[in-house]
C-alpha cells in the first residue's frame, strides 16, 4: 500500500521533522477503517498517531505510541519511510518477530500467525479448528471481548473493509467454508456483575462441546485470559480439565489480547493444545492494531488448506510458510503492520527486562491510588475475579459509576468517556485518556450500568519504574487525582445534576501512605 506522505514531504519541513512526519503516516496504513486518523491526529478511540503527552491509562482499550518506541523505530527506518515495503523485506522483519515471539511466549516449535488486529485473529483460530465439519464457536463474555469479535470468531467479515484494502459485505461469511458457523454465547458475569465460578462456565463450556459433536459439529471453544475487565475464566485448571474431558473434539482459542499474561502461563496453555491470541496495542503498549496468535506445533500439523477466502484477509508472509494454503495468499508487503508490530516488540523487551519486584511495587501502588480515587468519588470497584493475583486483575481496574450516580448507564458512561478524551486538557491542563465503558451488569431498568477503566501499560510501568518509592507515590497521587477530577467534570456536564461528592464537601480524602 502506498503511504500518504505529501505532507510528509512539505519542503518547509526540516529532516527530523519530515521523517516523523513519514513515520506516523506509515504507522496508520495497512489497516482497516479503525486505524484512520481524524484532521487531529487522532483515530475513533482517541489514540493519537504520535507520542502524547496525555495521562494514559486507557490501555484496556487502546494505546498511543511511546516516544521511546517513536524514536527507536525512526533511527531503525527513517531512510526507508517513504515506499512501500517490499514483501520479501516484510517477510524477513516479520521471521525476525517470529523468533523473538516464540523466545518470550512459545516453544520452540509453536507456530506464529500475525494479523492487523485482534478482531482479525479470530479467523486464525477458525483456520487452526476447522477439519471439514460445520463449526461452532463458543464465545466466552461478547461483552467483555472485542466488539468485533461476535462477526470475526463466526467467520464473518466485522467491517466491510480488510486491512488487505478488500471491499466485502459485513457480516458476510469470508469463505463458504464458514458459511454455516453457529455462534454461541456463554455469560462471565451474573445479573449483579459478579464474575460467575469458574467450574459452572466451565461446565456449560463442556456441554456445548458435547451438543457440538451430537449435531456432526465442531466446537471452537473461546476461554479468556484478562477480558476487557479484567476477568481470567475458566481457570488454566478446569481448561486442563476440559482438555482431559474432550481432548481433539474441540480447540480451544484463549483471548489473551490485552497481553496481561505472563509468559510461562501462555506455554501451558499451548502445552494444552490451545491457540493463543495476543495483541501489541493494549498492555504491550503499542500503536494500534497489530496482533499474533501462537498455535501448537500438533494444532497446526492437522490444519487443512486456508480457505480461499483468506486471501481478501491476509498476506502470505503472515501465516506460517509450512501451513498449508499459505502459499496461495497475496505475497504482499504491510509496513504499516510490520512497524506496528516492531513497536509492539520494543516495548515487550524493555518491560521484560524490568526487575519482577519493582513492576510489583508499581501495580501494587497504583491498586492503592486507585482505590483512593473509588473511595474519594464515592464509586465502586466491579468485582474482579476474587484471590486471584496476576497481570490482569493488578494492572486493570473498572469502576461503576453507576454506584455514585444512580442515572449513570452506559450510553451516559460512553458520553462520559468522550468528553474526558475531548475536554480535559481545558478542564485540568492535561489531556487524560481512560478505557472505555464495559457492559458488566445492568441497572433496575434494564439498561447496562456505566463504567469506566483505568489500567497500566508496559511502557507506563517502564516509566514508573524508574521513579524512586517517593516520586512513584507523588506521581500516581498527581495522575490519578486528576483522573477524578476529570471524571467528576464529565459527569457534571453529562448526567446534568449535582455530582459533587459528598467527601470532597467535607474536605476530600486527606490521602496519604
Request: hydrophobic share 45%.
Amino acid at each position: 500500500m502506498l503511504l500518504n506522505v505529501i505532507a510528509a514531504d512539505e519542503p518547509r519541513l526540516s529532516p527530523g521533522k519530515r521523517y516523523a512526519a513519514r513515520l506516523a503516516s506509515a504507522l496508520t496504513s495497512g489497516g482497516d477503517a479503525r486505524i484512520r486518523p481524524d484532521a487531529a491526529g487522532r483515530n475513533q478511540y482517541y489514540a493519537s498517531v504520535r507520542p502524547s503527552d496525555a495521562l494514559a491509562y486507557g490501555s484496556s482499550t487502546i494505546s498511543s505510541i511511546s516516544e521511546h518506541a517513536f524514536q527507536t523505530l525512526l533511527d531503525r527506518w527513517h531512510h526507508g519511510l517513504d515506499r512501500p515495503v517490499p514483501s520479501d523485506d516484510y517477510a524477513e522483519g516479520l521471521a525476525i518477530l517470529r523468533h523473538k515471539l516464540v523466545e518470550a511466549h512459545g516453544h520452540a516449535d509453536t507456530k506464529i500467525i500475525f494479523a492487523a488486529s485482534g478482531t482479525d485473529l479470530e479467523y486464525a483460530g477458525l483456520a487452526a479448528a476447522w477439519d471439514g465439519r460445520p463449526l461452532t464457536a463458543v464465545l466466552l463474555g461478547r461483552d467483555e471481548v472485542g466488539s468485533g469479535c461476535v462477526h470475526s470468531a463466526a467467520g464473518r467479515f466485522f467491517a466491510d473493509e480488510t486491512a488487505t484494502g478488500a471491499r466485502v459485505a459485513l457480516q458476510a461469511a469470508i469463505d463458504p467454508a464458514f458459511a454455516g458457523t453457529e455462534l454461541v454465547d456463554v455469560a462471565v458475569r451474573d445479573a449483579s456483575s459478579t464474575p460467575r465460578a469458574s467450574a459452572a462456565v466451565a461446565d456449560e463450556l463442556s456441554a456445548h462441546v458435547e451438543r457440538a459433536a451430537a449435531s456432526g459439529r465442531k466446537a471452537v471453544v473461546h476461554v479468556v485470559h484478562g477480558s476487557k475487565s479484567g476477568l481470567t475464566l475458566p481457570a488454566l485448571a478446569d481448561v486442563e480439565r476440559l482438555v482431559a474431558a474432550h481432548g481433539e473434539a474441540m480447540t480451544i482459542v484463549v483471548d489473551a489480547c490485552q497481553l496481561r499474561i505472563a509468559p510461562a502461563v501462555v506455554r501451558r496453555y499451548l502445552a494444552l493444545g490451545c491457540v493463543v491470541l495476543m495483541t501489541g496495542s493494549k498492555f504491550a503498549g503499542g500503536p494500534p492494531f497489530s496482533g499474533f496468535a501462537l498455535v501448537p506445533a500438533a494444532v497446526a500439523a492437522r490444519a487443512l488448506p486456508l480457505p480461499e477466502g483468506f486471501r481478501r484477509i491476509a498476506t502470505r508472509a503472515e501465516w506460517p510458510a509450512e501451513w498449508p494454503g499459505a502459499e496461495r495468499l497475496p505475497a504482499l508487503g504491510n509496513f504499516g503492520l510490520l512497524l506496528r508490530l516492531q513497536a509492539a516488540m520494543i516495548e515487550m523487551e524493555r518491560f521484560a527486562a524490568l526487575p519482577a519486584d519493582r513492576v510489583t511495587e508499581v501495580t501494587a501502588r497504583f491498586s492503592h491510588h486507585v482505590m483512593r480515587v473509588v473511595k474519594r468519588l464515592e464509586l465502586v470497584e466491579v468485582p474482579g475475579a476474587g484471590g486471584t493475583s496476576c497481570l490482569a486483575t493488578e494492572t486493570l481496574r473498572t469502576l461503576d459509576l453507576s454506584a455514585r450516580w444512580p442515572g449513570c448507564d452506559f450510553a451516559a458512561a460512553r458520553a462520559m468517556h468522550r468528553r474526558i478524551a475531548e475536554q480535559s486538557r481545558q478542564w485540568l491542563g492535561h489531556e487524560i485518556r481512560l478505557g472505555q465503558p464495559v457492559r458488566t451488569h445492568f441497572l433496575p431498568n434494564g439498561e447496562a450500568a456505566g463504567t469506566l477503566r483505568l489500567s497500566l501499560s508496559m511502557p507506563l510501568i517502564s516509566e514508573l519504574a524508574t521513579l524512586a518509592d517517593r516520586a512513584l507515590d507523588e506521581r500516581l497521587d498527581r495522575d490519578l487525582s486528576l483522573v477524578g477530577a476529570a471524571i467528576s467534570a464529565a459527569a457534571a456536564q453529562t448526567l446534568g445534576r449535582r455530582t459533587q461528592p459528598r467527601s470532597a464537601e467535607r474536605g476530600g480524602d486527606p490521602g496519604g501512605r
